[in-house]
């Protein structure tokens, strides 16, 4: 949720000490979200040339929008794994003494995603010491779980056509999914958006109940309002998230509603400042006029809809102190948008029988 402050203060002591109140709520306000929804988990065997296994070698994993750091090293057999690994782009260094070191770069994880990377083999070092770099995203094999799921990430959302301005619209292009309505005036519609009617309620996922067969989270919190039949409380944003994913079967305990389960991950700040603003525009001035009011001699009716909006990340800084000066402890992100819909409705159409009928 975006947070706006306003401060005009001469004290600066006082400044400092709500700045600090809003890091601490910036930072409160991430930490669970990332111990509820699905991370993934990256593995591989190491061994050298020969094919033995080397065991004891270094393995760090970083986060390259982050730049944060984990480590582990390999056991007897040469294995090393990742568990808990919210969902990224990471790069992978493996060292090992009298071998030269390993870097893949570009593994991309996704929600729930378990990757197991091909055997990284270490060669002899020589006297110049050198660095393996592999391109992750060709190389990386993701194990069957028996989950069955299909994930869209950001370049996705952002480029698959959506009529309205929530991502959980795109259901309708997922394997198994149907609408309730069939094709009757009463079907659920995307051209506006609102809370208390999104597609949940109007899809069936593989024969499954409508309503209560299926579930919604964002970051973990669950988006369904229980007493009014499952409706949406809240919208899926498509430029305030990285990915969605829809589970159908066979998924993880951590998941305690079903039996179909569609959950988005939202973005998240990183090591560097991004930010951006847009606008998106529809107006009904554009529109060609349908055959039956060209036929009674009506114009075509006027809509407008108007989205502009923007977003920020970065690191957290505090001015005038060393803290997160590595940019690799505490992150935000911002983002709004606001919403000027205008929609001229839809045309109703009535028989009504004659005195003389």
């Given amino acids: 949720m975006p947070i706006s402050v306003t401060a005009r203060h ?3 002591g006082r400044s400092f000490w709500l700045l600090g109140l809003l890091i601490a709520a910036l930072a409160v306000s991430r930490v669970p979200a990332f111990a509820q929804f699905s991370s993934g988990s990256i593995g591989a065997t190491v061994t050298d040339a020969t094919g033995a296994v080397v065991p004891q070698a270094k393995v760090v994993l970083k986060n390259e929008a982050t730049g944060a750091l984990r480590d582990t090293v390999t056991n007897n057999s040469g294995f090393f794994n990742f568990p808990s690994i919210p969902p990224g782009t990471y790069t992978i260094t493996v060292t090992a003494a009298g071998l ?6 570009g593994i991309t994880v996704n929600q729930g ?4 990377l ?3 083999v270490l060669q002899v070092q020589s006297t110049k010491q050198e660095v393996e770099v592999v391109a992750g995203a060709d190389v990386v094999v993701p194990i069957d779980s028996g989950t069955a799921e299909q994930t869209l990430n950001k370049s996705m959302i952002e480029n698959l056509s959506i009529v309205g301005r929530d991502a959980a619209e795109l259901m309708k292009i997922m394997p198994g999914m149907g609408m309730t309505g069939g094709l009757s005036q009463n079907m659920w519609n995307s051209f506006t958006t609102q809370s208390n009617s999104g597609p949940i309620g109007a899809f069936t996922a593989n024969g499954t109940q409508p309503n209560g067969g299926m579930t919604m989270t964002s970051d973990g919190a669950n988006l369904l309002d229980p007493g009014n039949q499952g409706t949406q409380t809240a919208n899926i944003n498509q430029n305030q998230i990285q990915e969605v994913s829809l589970l159908t079967s066979a998924y993880g305990a951590e998941f305690a509603k079903g039996p179909v ?3 988005a991950i939202g973005k998240s700040g990183g090591a560097q400042f991004h930010g951006g603003a847009y606008l998106y525009a529809r107006n009904g001035v554009f529109d060609s006029n349908g055959s039956y009011n060209n036929s009674q001699g009506r114009q075509a009716p006027t809509n ?5 909006g923007g977003d920020f990340g970065g690191p957290v800084i505090i001015p005038g102190t060393h803290f997160n000066k590595n940019h690799d402890k505490l992150f935000f992100y911002a983002a709004y948008e606001y919403m000027k819909q205008n929609p001229a409705g839809s ?3 009535y028989f009504i029988p004659t005195s003389q009928m």
């Fill in 113 to 116: 995603a378990t990757l197991a």
């Fill in 347 to 349: 045309l109703q159409n």
């Fill in 10 to 12: 001469r004290n600066p």
């Fill in 118 to 120: 091909p055997t990284v």
């Fill in 304 to 308: 407008s809809f108007y989205y502009p």
């Fill in 100 to 105: 030269q070191t390993f870097e893949e770069q």
């Fill in 261 to 263: 389960t569609f959950q």
